[in-house]
């Protein structure tokens, strides 16, 4: 059976600080597109590879890699809310395909997951419970943090167990391009916040999180005035990446150290190991070739935002 893989960057400051009306009509046909082809693949199944941000995976236990039997998005930065449409038997076999495989994974049976599982779903899909998902995550920010090669090989393993289903299979990467908001990080937390990073912030206080949300709009906007208010955007790094992915050398990408990444790019953008699993995962189809992909910087969104469609080569 033929696959489809649809990587998209993902931004909570939708609709909260956007760019002028042409770029996110620009950005908006690109969706549309994407959401177009998906819908004449007619996908039986999807693999969604994403990070999360102190959401749903905490300090208490953080695991590199995760894979979810049941998932339920929160909703935050007014994204979809609610459960996804998990099949749970085929969530277990890929845990123990991927243990079989020498890959440490984690399972959940009850997943919280945030705007990086919920957007690419509500926005490629038309919502989170219109196709069958088995959710992946890949600690993106939360050092330590997984390598390339792991994420590559992760993503390998999950591709070979979805090519034995005999279903159409959309994969998804989803995460930004080079960026760096303002993520806390352990080691420089204060008391509250640490305790929030160390697992309280699983159940945060509607007060908490507006102030949070209001936080990162506040960012946005002075990033826009000021580029180095924040680590800066690099999109000659994000379209050479890009490029390794299009022209399938995503083995090369192994070489390059975390530290390498944060230093060229930013602490965040560690989210593109979702887009190299994804990308693992289609080769295990076999050839496949660019159907289209996109890119540009978007500072309102703190982010190098970009697209990617790979189809398999009949």
Not at 145 to 154: G, V, W, Y
Not at 250 to 278: F, Y
Request: charged share 20%; with cysteine.
């Amino acid at each position: 059976m033929p696959a489809l893989l649809q990587c998209l960057s993902h931004t909570p400051l939708v609709g909260l600080v956007d760019p002028d009306k042409p770029i996110l009509d620009e950005i908006n046909g690109v969706i549309a597109q994407a959401r177009k082809e998906i819908e004449a693949f007619d996908p039986e199944l999807v693999l969604l590879f994403s990070p999360d941000h102190y959401n749903g995976f905490f300090y208490d236990v953080m695991p590199p890699f995760c894979i979810g039997t049941a998932a339920y998005a929160i909703g935050d930065f007014g994204s979809a809310k609610g459960d996804l449409l998990v099949p749970a038997e085929l969530a277990e076999a890929a845990v123990q395909y991927v243990l079989d495989a020498d890959i440490d994974v984690a399972i959940s049976y009850k997943m919280q997951v945030d705007h990086g599982f919920a957007q690419p779903l509500e926005f490629l899909l038309g919502g989170i419970d219109k196709v069958p998902v088995i959710p992946v995550f890949i600690n993106s920010v939360a050092v330590p943090l997984p390598s390339f090669k792991r994420a590559r090989l992760l993503g390998a393993a999950l591709g070979r167990y979805v090519a034995t289903l005999n279903k159409r299979v959309l994969i998804i990467g989803s995460g930004g391009l080079s960026h760096q908001p303002p993520v806390p990080e352990l080691v420089s937390a204060n008391e509250l916040v640490k305790d929030r990073m160390l697992g309280s912030g699983r159940n945060l206080p509607a007060d908490e999180r507006q102030a949070r949300t209001q936080r990162v709009i506040d960012a946005a906007r002075h990033f826009v005035a000021d580029q180095n208010s924040l680590y800066p955007l690099n999109p000659e790094w994000d379209q050479w990446f890009l490029e390794q992915l299009i022209t399938g050398r995503v083995n090369e990408l192994d070489k390059i150290t975390n530290k390498e990444i944060s230093e060229k790019a930013g602490k965040s953008t560690h989210e593109v190991k979702n887009w190299v699993a994804a990308a693992a995962a289609m080769a295990t189809f076999g050839d496949y070739q660019k159907k289209s992909s996109y890119y540009r910087p978007v500072p309102e969104w703190i982010a190098g935002y970009g697209a990617l469609t790979l189809t398999s080569v009949e």
